[in-house]
Every structure is written in structure tokens, then in C-alpha cells.
């Protein structure tokens, strides 16, 4: 069980205090003997565990995490780097962990701010370096596993948010925090952008020292920010406490300023070979028939966790879409099935998920078809359309489809400028057409 509490930027103190205080007609000072709503509504919003939860917190294992560094699949050798940066004390104070989508950063970031704040600090000898671990059974670790399922805390957050007045929604930003010391700053929604009230909020938290455990650990998992959020980061990064730890996760460290990659350490997560992950699914997923094991293989792009929650019929609703933009591109003529598709597209949050994972699906075929114009037959992850692939790849030059990436890059951008998704369609299947 959690609860919801607000914590006030650093930012909006000074005005909060003005708003507590007013001057009376002679002059003098008095305070206001009501909180007014909007001095606690700017703020950020953070879920976090009350005591009383705490203390009956569930054990690792009852919760979706692996409950060993051994369990963690995949990238060995870099984990138990990390490891040993742990136990000597030498983990960089700002770190990057790279890697596609579903590889397990923040599965791993966890696991190593549970391995920082551990109350036992216990530790592993192998081939001749102390690696550090998790008990996963002492407050410390079992109140950070608690965000575990982080899309569920986010989801009350914005639920909490949803129940403010209309005027202070827009200023409140959504923090999830399970533990006192550790502070996790997700994609705030709608934009799904890292914003500038989140990363003030973590500027602020930096200046206390930890209250019961060894450090602060701050875990920002996307690595889109909003341009002002990510200058006010680098005040942080260029002087961090001793005591501070900042983890970033990031599907392209491109998207992060240099002056901040050049700031942090940075490890990648590597992708798992397409074998490994099919006998994975063979032994978790045994309801999906062979072809579909091999198929979601090579779809999550080497990445096991997005392997084992694979929802193979909205990616290949989303994959049809993406083949109506071809099609209509490679076909001149009639483009009323394409507007009939983009209609969907049009509005709301569903659409804005809806539109992500056509987008995901574009960006992979265009892949394909790369590949097969590079005589790489053997590494397309759309197996099971390979002859319309063929098709589609005679249709499209090198150039083409390198102007259709860059137009996949355009729709992203319009989508966190809230443009309308239907319309932006539109324009990058008519530049698609236009192009070949």
C-alpha cells in the first residue's frame, strides 16, 4: 500500500512563503490563516511508502525482480564491473546505463541502488575480486524493490494529479520514491519528457544528506528532457556530493546533451543473441508455439525482459499500419486506405501509445530493408513477411529510406510538441511518396 505526498520544489518556496504572508492596510505583516491550495499544488508530486508499510514490506522474492546478480541475464562481465566499482567504493557519483528497450536498465539500476544501500553489504568473491550484492531482505532492500512496478506508481501519481484543481495540474510534476534516499524521476506525462520542476526537485534532495542509509541514489529513467530540465541537471553533475549517486537510463544517448555523456560514466547493456532468447521463451512461455518464439526473438531486439512481455498482436497491428505507409509510398494512386488508417491515430492518450508503437514498427521495417538491400538476409527480424520485404525493397532506394528516418524523427518530435498525430502521419507518408 502506498500513499501520496507532496513535497515542495526548491523553486516555489519564496512564493509560497508570499503566499502565507500579506500585508494588512497598516502596514504590518500577518499570516494567513488558511493553506491556500495552490501553495501545495506547484510542487512535485511523489508516491512513497508510509511507515507502517514499510515495515511490513514483501520479500524479494514475492516481487518482479531477480533476487540475485546471477539471475540477471545477460552482460555479465559489465555487471560485475559495477559490482566491484560498488565494493571499492569507486562507482562513478553519475552514470549512464545504455541499452535498447526491454535489456533490463532499470531492472539493473535498482539492483545496484540495492546493492549501494544495503544494510548487510554483503559481498561475493569471484575469480579474485570482491563483488558487492543485495540481501534483499533488509528494509533498505525490500522498500527500494517496492518500485519495482513502476508503471503502477506512476499511473497512481497521475491519478492523484487528476484530482487537482484544473489550474494547478499543469505545475504538478510526478516523482515515485519507495525509500527515503531514493528518488526516481520518470518521463512526466503527457510529453513523456523529463522536466524542469522533476530535476529541481532532485537539485534540492541533493543538498541533505542521506537519512538512513549509507547515500542518496537518484534514478532518472528516460533520457528525453525538456532543454531548460537538462541545463539544470549539469549544475548537479559538474559538482555531485560525495554521498550522491545519479543514475540515467537512456535508449539513445544521443538524445542527452554532450556537455552531460561527457559528465557521467556510461555502460551498455548489450543485446542477447536471437538463440538465447527463443530457449528463454521456450522455458517461460511455453503456451507460444515455435514460429512465434522465434519470431518475438528476433522482434525485441535481443532484449529479454521486452522479449517476456512481448505482445505479439498489437505489434503486428501496429506492423500492418506501418505497412499501409509503404505501401501507399512504393504504390502511386489511390491513398484512401492510408487516410482510413491514420484517422485512428487522431487523439488521447491511447493514441499517443498507439502512435509510439507504429512508429517503433516503421523504424524496424525500414531496418529490414536496409538490410536486405545490404545482402544481410540473415539478420531481418520481420521473418515471417520476407518476401513482401523483398518487394518493398525494390521499391525504395538507400536515400529514400534514409529521408524516411528522418521524417520518423520529425512525427517524434511533433508528438512531444502535442501537434496533431493524425496529420503529422499524413505529411510523412506524403514526404515518403514524394522522396522515392
Not at 133 to 148: K, V, W
Not at 182 to 195: A, E, G, M, S, T
Not at 342 to 364: C, H, N, W
Request: charged share 25%; with cysteine; glycine share 6%.
Amino acid at each position: 500500500m502506498v500513499a501520496v505526498a507532496v513535497v515542495a520544489a526548491p523553486e516555489l518556496r519564496q512564493e509560497q512563503r508570499q503566499r502565507r504572508e500579506s500585508r494588512s492596510p497598516s502596514g504590518m505583516t500577518t499570516r494567513r490563516t488558511t493553506a491556500t491550495a495552490t501553495a501545495t499544488a506547484r510542487i512535485a508530486l511523489c508516491i512513497s511508502l508510509t511507515p507502517s508499510t514499510a515495515a511490513s514490506a514483501l520479500t524479494l522474492k514475492q516481487m518482479p525482480l531477480p533476487s540475485t546478480f546471477a539471475d540477471f541475464l545477460g552482460n555479465t562481465a559489465t555487471i560485475d564491473n559495477l559490482r566491484a566499482s560498488i565494493a571499492t567504493g569507486r562507482l562513478p557519483h553519475s552514470l549512464i546505463i545504455a541499452g535498447p528497450r526491454g535489456a533490463g536498465k532499470y531492472t539493473l539500476a535498482l539492483m545496484l541502488t540495492m546493492a549501494l544501500e544495503c544494510e548487510r553489504h554483503p559481498r561475493e568473491l569471484v575469480d579474485g575480486r570482491d563483488l558487492a550484492s543485495f540481501c534483499g531482505e533488509c528494509r533498505n532492500c525490500t522498500r527500494i524493490a517496492e518500485s519495482a512496478e513502476l508503471q503502477a506508481k506512476i499511473d497512481e501519481a497521475v491519478t492523484a494529479r487528476e484530482e487537482m484543481r484544473e489550474t494547478d495540474k499543469k505545475d504538478t510534476r510526478v516523482l515515485v520514491q519507495t525509500h527515503p534516499d531514493v528518488l526516481i524521476i520518470p518521463p512526466d506525462p503527457p510529453q513523456l519528457l523529463i522536466k524542469l520542476g522533476q530535476v529541481r526537485t532532485v537539485i534540492q534532495r541533493a543538498q541533505r544528506r542521506p537519512a538512513e542509509s549509507p547515500g542518496l541514489v537518484f534514478i532518472v529513467t528516460s533520457a528525453s528532457f525538456m532543454k531548460e530540465a537538462a541545463n539544470s541537471l549539469l549544475k548537479l553533475l559538474e559538482e555531485p556530493p560525495d554521498y550522491a549517486h545519479l543514475i540515467l537510463l537512456a535508449e539513445n544517448t544521443g538524445e542527452l546533451l554532450p556537455t552531460i555523456r561527457s559528465r557521467c560514466g556510461v555502460v551498455r547493456l548489450g543485446a542477447l543473441p536471437a538463440e538465447e532468447i527463443e530457449t528463454l521463451l521456450a522455458r517461460a512461455r511455453p503456451d507460444w508455439t515455435k514460429p512465434q518464439r522465434a519470431l518475438i526473438a528476433r522482434l525485441s531486439e535481443g532484449a529479454a525482459g521486452r522479449a517476456l512481455g512481448f505482445d505479439l498482436a498489437e505489434s503486428l497491428a501496429s506492423r500492418t499500419d506501418a505497412l499501409v505507409l509503404l505501401r501507399s509510398a512504393a504504390q502511386a494512386g489511390d491513398h484512401s486506405a492510408l487516410f482510413k488508417m491514420t484517422e485512428t491515430y487522431r487523439a488521447g492518450a491511447d493514441g499517443q501509445v498507439k502512435t509510439t508503437a507504429l512508429l517503433r514498427a516503421m523504424g524496424s521495417l525500414l531496418e529490414d530493408l536496409l538490410l536486405l538491400q545490404g545482402g544481410a538476409a540473415d539478420r531481418v527480424r520481420n521473418v515471417d513477411i520476407l518476401p513482401e520485404l523483398n518487394t518493398l525493397a525494390d521499391s525504395f532506394d538507400f536515400a529514400s529510406i534514409e529521408r524516411a528516418v528522418r521524417g520518423l524523427d520529425q512525427v517524434q518530435t511533433g508528438m512531444r510538441r502535442n501537434l496533431l498525430r493524425g496529420l503529422s502521419l499524413d505529411a510523412f507518408a506524403s514526404g515518403l511518396a514524394s522522396s522515392r
